[in-house]
């Protein structure tokens, strides 16, 4: 799989695999949705992570799990 070739550099590195970035990606979105619980911030990560590729970034990763989680 190619890289995107617009992904900035603050998402270069930043890989959603890794459970210290999980955590700290999770904790970000939940401040966000205090009314939320962590099994559905959770869910609407893991359904993010299978609909974009890794190479996409955070943005759109935040970007998706938004829309998710706003319903």
Known sequence: ???DP???HV???FVSSQPHEYE???TTIKKNFPS???DEVAQA???CRK???PSEGRAKLA???NKQLRG
């Open 11 to 13: 998402d270069s590195w």
């Open 36 to 38: 939320k619980s962590d």
């Open 24 to 26: 700290y990606f999770k």
């Open 63 to 65: 970007e998706c799990v």
């Open 45 to 47: 990560i893991l359904y």
């Open 6 to 8: 617009n992904k900035k």
């Open 1 to 3: 799989m190619a890289d």
């Open 51 to 53: 609909a974009l590729a």
